[in-house]
């Protein structure tokens, strides 16, 4: 029988930061907990993070900017840091923080950092399924960790993690925390064509990625909550079927874009899909022929059906819309369906010529319809029937005066997207109120798209989002 293995090369790693965008923020103090077997050692350093530590950060790490002000750089650290993890499994609270701020660092010193990544949060998910909190404040409550020195200095909190390490030893059996170890830390194996950094630099954020094969032709465009967990899932060999092998096997390029969360990647998914038809993707493909119903009063009380088309400034505002329907086609049976269903008169519906003016239709002959066209039926009833056969497929008008913005945000990142809309059109996605502006002033000209309606329609719904007027 395997036995899984539990590594013996530790490094227990806790940051403190000026904030928490690792692109713009930086380290002010780093506690190492270096375990090899039965040997510890402790390692930990002020660093200047060469800015101002914002008053709120200085009140939460009790770190000033007069006690970094002579501490050294990264750049002076960097070295001995990295000679310190190097070999050793990196084991973080929250790991996709530090682990993202080192490699932020160093990449500012023009080098890469790598390591194999361990979250405690995530372990103490899988391992204590029970519980729904898991932050550092609520393990050392449930395990009785001891707290020496300050909450949130580097060095005192990498050792809460050293004793929660302990702690999962102490309380599962070796295999068993062997294997969620192990669980966290699987990779798949690439084909050979790919460049195994993709193991390292794929994000655990919320995005978009992009599949491209031979002369950079796009394949596929996918979307995920965790963009490294779900394109590895494609080149898991036990989860492999026929076509989703067909498709890894032509991947030579994977680019991904990062978005702050779901909303934000399924609005990208769908405009990308659309913009580079990638010929592994079958569904939110544009609709050409785009076009709903419209009840037209052509006398008093007498409400004929007319044929709209997406291009109509006007579609998605209009209250009286019925659809909408990918062409005129689908359109027409889906009317003519009705009319059978509800005994409603095709010649009045404009779905038939009569064979005489004046004449009743065929369907009124066969007792399919009940003959406003040979006057049998009032065109006031008719039209009432109508519009309760068409009750269901009436679209949702637009709400609001004007384009809106969906607030989308990270709070631990610190970071936020807003999703500029307007008459259930996606204009594209701001980070500022500049890129806010730039984006209305091209409204007129975004199409009506389907998929992006239905979607909005439902994020609407669920009431999760500040929405702002613009």
Same mark, same amino acid.
């Given at each position: 029988?395997?036995?899984?293995?539990?590594?013996?090369?530790?490094?227990f790693?806790?940051?403190?930061?000026?904030?928490?965008?690792?692109?713009?923020?930086?380290?002010?103090?780093?506690?190492?907990?270096?375990?090899?077997?039965?040997?510890?050692?402790?390692?930990?350093?002020?660093?200047? #993070?060469?800015?101002?530590?914002?008053?709120?950060?200085?009140?939460?790490?009790?770190?000033?900017?007069?006690?970094?002000?002579?501490?050294?750089?990264?750049?002076?650290?960097a /070295?001995?840091?990295?000679?310190?993890?190097?070999?050793?499994?990196?084991?973080?609270?929250?790991?996709?923080?530090?682990?993202?701020?080192?490699?932020?660092?160093?990449?500012?010193?023009?080098?890469?950092?790598?390591?194999?990544?361990?979250?405690?949060?995530?372990?103490?998910?899988?391992?204590?399924?029970?519980?729904?909190?898991?932050?550092?404040?609520?393990?050392?409550?449930?395990?009785?960790?001891?707290?020496?020195?300050?909450?949130?200095?580097?060095?005192?909190?990498?050792?809460?993690?050293?004793?929660?390490?302990?702690?999962?030893?102490?309380?599962?059996?070796?295999?068993?925390?062997?294997?969620?170890?192990?669980?966290?830390?699987l990779?798949?194996?690439?084909?050979?064509?790919? /460049?195994?950094?993709l193991?390292?630099?794929?994000?655990?954020?919320?995005?978009?990625?992009?599949?491209?094969?031979?002369?950079?032709?796009?394949?596929?465009?996918?979307?995920?909550?965790?963009?490294?967990?779900?394109?590895?899932?494609?080149?898991?060999?036990?989860?492999?079927?026929?076509?989703?092998?067909?498709?890894?096997?032509?991947?030579?390029?994977?680019e991904?874009?990062?978005?702050?969360?779901?909303?934000g990647?399924?609005?990208?998914?769908?405009?990308l899909?659309k913009?580079?038809?990638?010929?592994?993707?079958?569904?939110?493909?544009?609709?050409?022929?785009?076009?709903?119903?419209?009840?037209d009063?052509?006398?008093?009380?007498?409400?004929?059906?007319?044929?709209?088309?997406?291009?109509?400034?006007?579609f998605?505002?209009?209250?009286?819309?019925?659809?909408?329907?990918?062409?005129?086609?689908?359109?027409?049976?889906?009317?003519?369906?009705?009319?059978?269903?509800?005994?409603?008169? #095709?010649?009045?519906?404009?779905?038939?010529?009569?064979?005489?003016?004046?004449?009743?239709?065929?369907?009124f002959?066969?007792?399919?319809?009940?003959?406003?066209?040979?006057?049998?039926?009032?065109?006031?009833?008719?039209?009432?029937?109508?519009?309760?056969?068409?009750?269901?497929?009436?679209?949702?008008?637009?709400?609001?005066p004007?384009?809106?913005?969906?607030?989308?945000? /990270?709070?631990?990142?610190?970071?936020?997207?807003?999703?500029?809309?307007?008459?259930?059109?996606?204009?594209?996605?701001?980070?500022?109120?500049?890129?806010?502006?730039?984006?209305?002033?091209?409204?007129?000209?975004?199409?009506?798209?389907?998929?992006?309606?239905?979607?909005?329609?439902?994020?609407?719904?669920?009431?999760?989002?500040?929405?702002?007027?613009?």
């Amino acid at each position: 029988m395997h036995t899984t293995v539990i590594p013996q090369r530790l490094a227990f790693v806790d940051l403190e930061t000026t904030g928490a965008n690792a692109a713009r923020d930086r380290v002010t103090e780093i506690g190492v907990v270096v375990v090899d077997g039965d040997r510890v050692e402790t390692w930990s350093t002020l660093v200047n #993070p060469e800015r101002a530590i914002p008053q709120f950060i200085q009140q939460l790490t009790g770190i000033s900017n007069e006690m970094v002000a002579d501490a050294p750089t990264f750049a002076r650290v960097a /070295d001995e840091l990295a000679e310190r993890l190097d070999g050793r499994l990196f084991i973080a609270h929250n790991a996709r923080f530090d682990y993202g701020f080192l490699k932020h660092e160093y990449q500012r010193l023009g080098r890469r950092f790598r390591a194999d990544v361990l979250c405690t949060v995530r372990l103490s998910r899988r391992l204590f399924p029970e519980h729904y909190r898991h932050n550092l404040d609520s393990l050392i409550a449930r395990h009785g960790l001891a707290t020496e020195g300050d909450r949130h200095r580097a060095l005192a909190d990498a050792d809460l993690i050293w004793q929660f390490w302990r702690t999962l030893q102490r309380e599962h059996e070796a295999q068993a925390l062997a294997e969620a170890v192990a669980h966290q830390l699987l990779r798949p194996a690439l084909p050979p064509h790919l /460049d195994p950094a993709l193991l390292e630099d794929l994000p655990e954020s919320p995005g978009v990625y992009l599949f491209y094969g031979e002369n950079d032709v796009l394949l596929y465009v996918g979307k995920s909550v965790n963009l490294r967990q779900r394109v590895f899932s494609h080149f898991a060999a036990d989860t492999r079927e026929y076509k989703a092998m067909q498709l890894t096997q032509q991947v030579r390029r994977v680019e991904w874009r990062e978005t702050v969360g779901e909303l934000g990647a399924l609005l990208l998914e769908s405009r990308l899909i659309k913009e580079g038809a990638p010929a592994h993707n079958r569904r939110l493909r544009r609709a050409s022929e785009l076009c709903a119903w419209r009840l037209d009063e052509v006398a008093p009380g007498d409400f004929r059906p007319v044929l709209v088309t997406a291009d109509d400034p006007d579609f998605g505002r209009d209250g009286d819309l019925f659809g909408p329907f990918s062409s005129r086609r689908q359109a027409t049976l889906a009317l003519r369906k009705i009319a059978d269903a509800h005994q409603l008169c #095709p010649v009045v519906l404009g779905l038939e010529k009569p064979a005489r003016p004046d004449s009743p239709c065929f369907a009124f002959q066969v007792q399919k319809c009940r003959g406003a066209c040979a006057g049998k039926e009032t065109a006031g009833l008719h039209s009432a029937r109508l519009m309760a056969a068409l009750a269901k497929t009436k679209m949702k008008s637009w709400a609001y005066p004007g384009a809106i913005g969906l607030v989308e945000r /990270d709070d631990f990142l610190d970071v936020e997207e807003v999703h500029v809309v307007h008459a259930w059109r996606y204009l594209g996605t701001a980070k500022s109120e500049a890129e806010i502006g730039e984006l209305l002033e091209h409204a007129a000209r975004a199409p009506f798209d389907l998929d992006t309606y239905k979607l909005l329609k439902t994020q609407l719904a669920k009431s999760k989002f500040t929405i702002r007027a613009l």
